[in-house]
């Protein structure tokens, strides 16, 4: 138990506090190395007074400096390069918590990247999602150290990728988590909560046969709390997506026609597992030819079937004057033999069915045989499709059948007739490329021949800032298969390296030769973009101060820049709580005016960009504010009591 006084004009509080017990956590708990080595931060997160140690068990690893070990602090390891020639793993205690180490081997190292490197949620909780840099082959995974934060999936991955998380509702005082992934850290940051709120979801599983369907979840909290219900993955619908107080959640699972799926809910916070199980094996079918025109005569005739191994099927006439000779039922692919008995009448048609395929059968009149025509005889519909019609033209009495021939073709009507008549069919919208299909009209075929769907094309990133020395930079396109795009520099100084074409998605790879004079921009049309890219004069720069440290309650200050006088320079600040107010660029010799807004949070450190170098302004935190007043005061109180 500890005492101490908080004095606010002439009103004196006496403050108790409980001494609570020391936990640790380090982030990462876990992390990988390539085989160059290299220095590593680690995290520890602790109360104010408990006292932590570190020390290495590994002689490649070593404890190389710490800061503050009395409460929240940092400490700093050192990877030794490998040369033994295999991966090897050890270990490192720091705060009670042992820390594994993987590192590999010179001839394959594994580097990660994390995009954004962190993020800020709300108190009602949210999902999150960042992307993972690797190389193809670096296996990685993502593990939670909090438990309000939860890694969607198994968080397992390998080369570049992407983890999604979700954050449940805070119902105290602000907090921070991280998300490990081998040697990287993805910070989350939730608000504090206006008011208490607790969340349950009933029932927290869903098990759903292949045909899918909907479900009911119950959500209970307390009448004020804000809620929502975000699907993590496509198959799931969610009908209400957001409520206050208890409430249901209707979700709608979609069909499955393959193996057995997983996937989750994130309702108030609370992630729904939903399991599908596997579609049942579909045989399927099919028959050539679809059709026959037969003379009046008695002939023969004969259909193929093709159907995956073990799937049966039966051929059935629908007219006496069709007989199934052979075939009547089979496994597998097969063929069935048709005998047509002579017409003594006008003509006729009737069908087989087939493998549940429907087979016509237009048998020709004895007395004279039937013409038919159809106009037009092809059309090109545009890429969404649409109705269109085709006449037919024949003698009175003739019979006529319309059976299209590809699933994008619709007969809507006019499937059969005996005269003259119309079919309508109605076109399926293109979402690929382009395709060709038939209809079989009065034994005639009718060509349907459809545009593609236009190419759209989009890169990343669409700017890069380069180096003095110059270096590559990679570029991805995103688009269709079948869209083919080029990329063509601008300027003398950027030159492609791989990618200048290319069909589908792919990327595109430049080499930026470094800057021996002025600043320059320069420009890369890339699949019809513009990729733009700026360089930095061949200067040198100097600060003073070389840095700065700013109280929690923010301030203005200012900077000099020295530079040569050829020398051009702009300042733009990294992060939003800073702030150039004056002297956004110069020529030379100059001042920037910086404003640093209050910090409500722990220490923070950010940057200005000056002349394509890093100022660095450090900013105490609030909880450093609050702690020296809080001992101020107790020192205040011992004196005069």
């Known amino acids: 138990m500890r005492r101490g006084t908080i004095v606010v004009g002439e009103a004196r509080a006496e403050v108790m506090q409980a001494a609570a017990p020391c936990q640790f956590t380090a982030a990462p708990a876990s992390f990988t190395v390539d085989a160059a080595g290299g220095d590593r931060a680690i995290t520890i997160e602790t109360l104010e007074g408990c006292q932590w140690t570190a020390a290495s068990s590994a002689p490649w690893i ?288 009737s069908t087989v069915t087939i493998a549940g395929a429907t087979y016509t059968v237009n048998q020709a009149a004895t007395s004279a045989p039937c013409t038919y025509t159809i106009a037009p005889t092809s059309v090109s519909p545009p890429r969404d499709g649409g109705p269109t019609f085709v006449d037919v033209t024949t003698q009175s009495g003739c019979a006529w059948t319309a059976v299209s021939n590809d699933a994008w073709i619709v007969v809507t009507g006019g499937a059969s007739g005996n005269g003259n008549g119309r079919v309508d069919l109605t076109i399926g919208a293109n979402p690929d490329g382009p395709r060709t299909g038939t209809v079989t009209i009065a034994g005639q075929p009718f060509t349907v021949q459809q545009a593609p769907r236009p190419c759209a094309y989009t890169i990343a990133p669409t700017t890069f800032s380069a180096p003095v020395p110059g270096g590559a930079v990679e570029v991805v396109v995103t688009t269709d298969a079948t869209c083919a795009w080029t990329a063509v520099s601008q300027a003398p100084w950027i030159a492609i390296r791989n990618g200048a074409t290319g069909t589908g998605s792919g990327r595109v790879i430049m080499d930026i030769a470094a800057n021996t004079a002025a600043a320059r921009t320069g420009t890369v049309d890339i699949a019809g973009q513009v990729f733009t890219v700026t360089q930095g004069a061949s200067c040198s720069f100097t600060f003073t101060p070389p840095s700065l440290t700013i109280p929690a309650v923010g301030a203005t200050t200012t900077v000099d820049v020295l530079s040569a006088s050829t020398c051009s320079w702009t300042a733009v600040s990294q992060v939003p709580w800073i702030t150039v107010t004056r002297g956004a660029s110069g020529m030379s010799d100059g001042r920037i005016e910086l404003a640093i807004a209050a910090n409500a949070g722990p220490a923070r450190s950010g940057t200005v960009t000056v002349g394509g170098l890093a100022y660095v302004v450090n900013q105490e935190g609030i909880i450093d504010l609050q702690s020296d007043l809080l001992h101020l005061t107790m020192h205040h109180d011992a004196r005069d009591p």
């Open 62 to 349: 070593s404890i190389t400096g710490t800061r503050n070990t009395n409460g929240p602090g940092s400490l700093t390891v050192h990877i030794d390069a490998n040369t033994v020639g295999e991966p090897r793993t050890g270990s490192f205690v720091a705060a009670g918590q042992s820390i594994q180490v993987s590192q590999g081997s010179s001839s394959s190292p594994c580097s990660y990247g994390l995009d954004p490197p962190s993020a800020t949620v709300e108190a009602v909780g949210d999902s999150v999602r960042f992307n993972v840099a690797a190389r193809t082959g670096c296996g990685w995974r993502a593990v939670s150290q909090a438990p309000w934060i939860q890694v969607v999936g198994d968080g397992v991955g390998a080369g570049n990728g992407a983890v999604s998380v979700t954050v449940a509702p805070n119902t105290g005082t602000s907090r921070i988590g991280i998300v490990a992934l081998q040697d990287q850290a993805f910070t989350i940051v939730q608000a504090a909560s206006p008011s208490p709120c607790s969340y349950d979801i009933a029932p927290t599983g869903v098990n759903i046969g292949a045909a899918g369907g909907p479900s009911t979840i119950t959500i209970t909290t307390q009448a004020q709390c804000t809620w929502t219900a975000a699907s993590q993955v496509p198959w799931i619908m969610v009908a209400s997506a957001s409520g206050t107080g208890s409430g249901t959640v209707g979700i709608t699972i979609a069909a499955n026609t393959g193996a057995a799926r997983n996937g989750t809910v994130a309702i108030a916070g609370r992630a729904l597992t939903v399991n599908q199980e596997a579609a049942a094996p579909a045989c399927a079918y099919s028959i050539a030819p679809i059709s026959f025109a037969a003379p009046a005569a008695a002939s023969t005739t004969a259909v193929d079937v093709t159907t995956q191994s073990g799937c049966a099927w039966t051929a059935v006439s629908q007219a006496s004057w069709i007989t199934v000779t052979a075939g009547g039922s089979g496994t597998g692919n097969g063929r069935v033999d048709l005998a047509i008995a002579a017409n003594a009448g006008a003509a006729r048609s």
